[in-house]
């Protein structure tokens, strides 16, 4: 069974919403409390890791039970990522997921974890990548919007594409309302590609697997199109 780091840096709601679809946490409005029953789940969260005494995901680790660990960059990212790579190891690390990481990977840990290192964006990558991605979306006018989730690599969202969702942009007033829609749709597709590409590591399929025909389209609300990123 693949054993996933996840790893956030602000409110942590994606990855509190992994939490929660592999039953590590209560679904809301229940937030909290470790399920007891362990054959529900199709994954094990090894787990998380953040870069700030803030982060919301050290009150999740502690409410699922996990071994949650706080990273300084005060002394640089080459030391940072020393005390990283150290935890990956240790805890068995199978699949890296970044929900809401703020920080650069270095070379040599995206060498280590090429191919096994996730990041979900609130854009259609490539379109308005890094920072304000959302704001600048809204902004754009375009007739659709949308999230990318993506393999990591050296640069910022650059990495392979392997999963896209978008919805109707031209129905949305307000750029609040459009905040809401995105990371709505962050929290169904995300649990549910981090699920699909687990299995595949599992039985030696990654990378390389084709999500578009995994049967995420069908669980998509219709609302939201799964777009076809597979080449």
């Known amino acids: 069974m693949a054993r996933i780091a996840l790893f956030a840096s602000g409110t942590a709601s994606n990855a509190q919403c992994i939490l929660e679809h592999f039953g590590y946490l209560q679904k809301a409005p229940f937030p909290g409390g470790a399920v007891s029953d362990p054959s529900i789940r199709s994954c094990e969260i090894a787990c998380t890791i953040s870069d700030r005494s803030s982060s919301g995901i050290h009150q999740l680790a502690a409410s699922a039970g996990l071994p949650g660990f706080l990273v300084s960059y005060r002394s640089g990212r ?31 840990l995206v060498d280590t974890y090429a191919g096994r290192i996730l990041n979900i964006h609130p854009s259609l990558l490539p379109e ?62 995300y649990p549910k590609v981090v699920e699909q590409v687990a299995k595949y590591i599992d ?5 390389g697997a084709n999500l578009y025909a995994s049967g995420l389209r069908e669980s998509l609300p219709d609302c939201y199109r799964l777009e076809d990123t597979h080449t």
Do not use: C
């Open 78 to 108: 080459e030391h940072a990522e020393q005390r990283i790579r150290a935890v990956l190891a240790e805890q068995k690390v199978d699949l890296l997921v970044l929900a809401g990481y703020m920080r650069l990977l270095g070379a040599e």
């Open 128 to 189: 308005f990548p890094g920072m304000h991605a959302i704001e600048r979306s809204f902004h754009s006018g375009n007739a659709r919007a949308g999230i990318t989730i993506h393999l990591v690599d050296a640069g910022m969202d650059t990495g392979p594409v392997i999963a896209q969702a978008s919805f109707d942009r031209t129905t949305i007033a307000s750029i609040v309302d459009f905040e809401k829609q995105i990371h709505r749709l962050e929290h169904i597709l």
């Open 203 to 207: 039985n030696g399929q990654w990378p």
